[in-house]
């Protein structure tokens, strides 16, 4: 397995040794969470010998959304979608990947002791990568409401990815795995379903595949954009809607979806088993969909992907 300890990492302009990457005990990023991030998937394919990045460029955009959103004013004039695509892809090369693979990516305030201040400061870009690992069982996942509510797009956006933002995420994860669940799906301020704390969520109702939509507090995620675009190309009716609690325990099928987790199926919420604690058809049709498209062997999607 790839030991990101061992790899180069980006930081500040350099390719330099992982343990090198590191930033000061008193900078803007440590004391008040000022940086924004993303993470995109690099897929190994064995029988090809070829190495895919997703959507890599939806992730630049992704990332140059964050920083506006946050008024980080120099990222966007120094990191053009040509300099970016060109540092990831050495990166890749460098590190002579040949498994999957997660790249983060961070755009931080580079300051330190400057308080909670962030136009006009310098902003830094740094990235790394790190083995896919599993962050969640692929074979299904135990999920609860949490007590937590997510925090609201005028408190801290969640149109953005803002690494501090990911204290609410924590406080629910931490409270779920103590209650005995694996994980925990958030509501918005209004008591609707929103996400849970690091992917997306999809329901399926009356045959249907729902998901929250956007006017309710989550982050417009890569991959639950992909699969908006997948689901009606298999037949399969999607909509974006409001969605109550109260669904989630009436629902035919559940399941997760992120760059991390992929797609991930919901056994339970809240002690109710859902399809019976079984993976959903919709849910399986939809995994082994999103599976070719990441290995490059489905050509309608081919442009997702770029080989590194």
Not at 111 to 133: C, D, F, H, M, V
Not at 142 to 147: L, P, R, T
Not at 178 to 187: E, F, P, R, S
Request: proline content about 2%; aromatic content about 10%.
């Amino acid at each position: 397995m790839f030991d990101y300890k061992k790899s180069e990492a980006f930081f500040r302009n350099n390719f330099v040794p992982f343990e090198q990457a590191n930033v000061s005990i008193a900078s803007s990023p440590v004391l008040y969470g000022l940086s924004v991030y993303t993470v995109f998937s690099v897929n190994w394919n064995a029988k090809t010998n070829k190495l895919y990045a997703f959507r890599l460029k939806d992730h630049y955009e992704r990332l140059l959304q964050s920083a506006r959103i946050m008024d980080f004013d120099s990222f966007e004039k120094e990191w053009s979608w040509e300099k970016f695509e060109k540092t990831m892809v050495e990166l890749v090369k460098r590190n002579k990947v040949q498994e999957d693979a997660l790249v983060r990516v961070t755009v931080f305030i580079d300051e330190q002791i400057a308080g909670t201040r962030i136009r006009g400061l310098k902003n830094s870009l740094s990235a790394y990568i790190y083995p896919k690992g599993q962050i969640l069982s692929t074979s299904g996942v135990h999920m609860c409401i949490s007590s937590w509510v997510r925090n609201m797009d005028n408190s801290i956006p969640a149109k953005a990815k803002i690494n501090g933002s990911y204290v609410n995420a924590s406080l629910m994860k931490n409270e779920a795995i103590l209650n005995g669940y694996d994980d925990a799906i958030a509501l918005d301020h209004n008591g609707h379903v929103a996400e849970s704390t690091v992917a997306n969520l999809f329901i399926v109702r009356r045959g249907k595949l729902a998901t929250p939509d956007t006017s309710t507090d989550i982050l417009e995620g890569i991959t639950r954009d992909s699969l908006l675009e997948i689901a009606p190309k298999l037949g399969i009716e999607v909509e974006e809607r409001s969605i109550d609690r109260t669904e989630l325990y009436k629902c035919e099928e559940a399941f997760l979806c992120g760059s991390s987790v992929r797609i991930t199926p919901v056994l339970s919420i809240d002690r109710r088993l859902v399809n019976g604690g079984n993976v959903g058809k919709i849910t399986d049709q939809l995994m082994k969909a999103y599976e070719n498209i990441r290995l490059g062997k489905d050509n309608q999607f081919s442009n997702w992907l770029q080989a590194v």
